[in-house]
């Protein structure tokens, strides 16, 4: 499980869009684009990692890259062109 404060941490890093509404949301623009959404409840609760590293289209390693710091978030931006999210 994802702990809330690493979903946040991640959305900083990536300088996601953060929203509040029924969950959090976090939204990554590119080029004005929304090219990867995610979602956390509130509170302090763990998170579902599976889910939430399927909706930024990482595996294991990569989510826990993102919240060890050492996956950038130009790397991640490389990444998602090599998955064909972002065309590039």
Known sequence: MLSSRDFDTIARK????????????????HDGRVVVR???????????THLIRNQLKVDEEQLQGLVQCWLTKPAYIELLKKKHVIAG
């Open 14 to 29: 990536l300088e996601m869009e953060v929203r509040d509404g029924d969950h959090r949301f976090a939204l990554l623009r």
């Open 38 to 48: 995610t979602k956390r409840s509130h509170g302090n609760k763990p998170q579902p």
